[in-house]
């Protein structure tokens, strides 16, 4: 069980737009450590998507944005496409956890 | 081409040993702090251990603490996990990760699978 809350499963049909959540506390996202996304294809290894809450690096399709208030994150992907269909993890830090580094549990996306 | 690449996984036995390697390219290796995560089957990714540019910081998840060394060689652009006292819970893909400078882990390897059964 992660410290980071991520819904299990979102689901949304071509072009339109979904977002994923990632719901911590005040000892990670609320006591004001950065937020990563990654995007994990089928039978491959995880892609940095959105570095420090709102970044995108620059191969990263504007599609992708992400947000962070609070206790909380999200990512946001509009206009989506079938290969969309992803794993999603949230990252940040935890200030009560051996070596601070804390995933979320991911979400998997549908495109129906 | 930025790549790493590691190797060393395997089949081992319920309280065996194993040593993971990744092998880095197409950048400074000695300038980057870098990670091990892995992903057990069906599962989410798990942070296992951490270890600065220079070596001289390392962090482990409580998980693995105790059983798992990280060490690097910056001369041979090589990072390394010792795994010992291994259990059926440490089966996963392993993979390495550069750490981009505190903005998440921004190159992954491919990753090797560690499975720990008799």
């Known amino acids: 069980q992660s410290v980071l809350t991520q819904p299990p499963s979102v689901s949304g049909a071509p072009g339109q737009r979904v977002t994923i959540s990632c719901t911590g506390s005040s000892s990670n996202i609320g006591a004001g450590y950065d937020v990563h996304w990654y995007q994990q294809l089928p039978g491959t290894a995880p892609k940095l998507l959105i570095y420090a809450n709102t970044n995108r690096p620059s191969r990263v399709p504007d599609r992708f944005s992400g947000s962070k208030s609070g206790t909380s994150a999200s990512l946001a992907i509009t206009g989506l496409q079938a290969e969309d269909e992803a794993d999603y993890y949230c990252?940040?830090?935890?200030?009560?956890?051996?070596?601070?580094?804390?995933f979320g549990g991911g979400t998997k996306l549908t495109v129906l | 081409e930025v790549q790493l690449v590691e190797s060393g996984g395997g089949l081992v036995q319920p309280g065996g040993s194993l040593r993971l390697s990744c092998e880095a390219s197409g950048f400074t290796f000695s300038s980057y702090e870098m990670n091990w995560v892995r992903q057990a089957p069906g599962m989410g990714l798990e942070w296992v251990s951490y270890?600065?540019?220079?070596?001289?910081?390392?962090h482990y998840a409580d998980s693995v603490k105790g059983r798992f060394t990280i060490s690097r060689d910056n001369a041979k652009n090589s990072l390394y996990l010792q795994m010992n006292s291994l259990r059926a819970e440490d089966t996963a893909v392993y993979y390495c990760?550069?750490?981009?400078?505190?903005?998440?882990?921004?190159?992954w390897g491919q990753g090797t699978t560690v499975t720990v059964s008799s």
């Open positions: 270890i600065s540019s220079s070596g001289s910081t390392i």
């Open positions: 990252q940040s830090y935890d200030s009560s956890l051996s070596g601070h580094v804390v």
């Open positions: 990760a550069r750490d981009w400078i505190g903005d998440g882990m921004d190159v």
